[in-house]
Nanobody
Framework: QVQVVESGGGSVQSGGSLRLSCAASGYIYRNYCMGWFRQAPGKEREWVAAFNSLGSTSYADFVKGRFTISRDNAKNTLYLQMNSLEPEDTATYYC???????????????????WGQGTQVTVSS
């Protein structure tokens, strides 16, 4: 059974940094498509960043230049380095995988089949 588990959330002040991790297990990682999403209270889940099987990445406009997605295939782990955090970044952050190889970048919730439980990020002003 595929499992993804996020960690690394916490509380920081505006301008601070956090690094989220996502550990994948239950299948051979093989550069499967993976992504980060977030959901703030009362809002829909929104896409943040994605990694395809070819090593390409993409970011939502609101995090470009501040967040960096990376992966360590040897450790089956996906990361999200978040810098220059703003109060508007406060949300529960989710890691997800399609569980398959993909050549394009997926940005929609329904395109991902396996989700973690989320990790809370709180940014205070």
């Amino acid at each position: 059974q595929v499992q993804v588990v996020e960690s690394g959330g916490g509380s920081v002040q505006s301008g601070g940094s956090l690094r989220l991790s996502c550990a994948a297990s239950g299948y051979i990682y093989r550069n499967y498509c993976m992504g980060w999403f977030r959901q703030a209270p009362g809002k829909e889940r929104e896409w943040v960043a994605a990694f395809n099987s070819l090593g390409s990445t993409s970011y939502a406009d609101f995090v470009k230049g501040r967040f960096t997605i990376s992966r360590d295939n040897a450790k089956n782990t996906l990361y999200l380095q978040m810098n220059s955090l703003e109060p508007e970044d406060t949300a529960t952050y989710y890691c997800a995988t399609t569980g398959s190889y993909c050549a394009r970048l997926f940005t929609r919730v329904y395109e991902y089949n396996y989700w973690g439980q989320g990790t809370q990020v709180t940014v205070s002003s």
